[in-house]
């Protein structure tokens, strides 16, 4: 699959609720094959916008032959550390 958009609307403590999309950085891609990891969070500057706690998230991925579709969610404690990962059951 490739992701071809990504944004997460994040909160800090010192800064509050913000917003980071991949549309800020060029609109980078990931190519994520079966059983792989993708780290989205380099193309998303995590570091200088993405400092916080993830409290949704959006992806526009594209799969096989189908038409592009988003991915979405909410806050939860699965994906509330930094290294976590997030994964995705495109069956």
């Not at 916080?52 to 988003?70: H, Q, T």
């Amino acid at each position: 699959m490739r992701i071809l958009a990504a944004a997460v609307v994040y909160s800090n403590e010192e800064h509050g609720v913000h917003i980071a999309h991949s549309g800020s950085y060029g609109y980078p891609t990931w190519d994520v094959g079966p059983d792989e990891v993708a780290q989205l969070d380099a193309g998303l500057g995590r570091g200088r916008d993405w400092d916080g706690r993830i409290l949704s998230y959006a992806l526009l991925i594209d799969y096989g032959n189908a038409e592009p579709f988003l991915k979405t969610g909410v806050w939860s404690l699965d994906v509330d550390r930094l290294d976590t990962t997030l994964p995705l059951s495109l069956d």
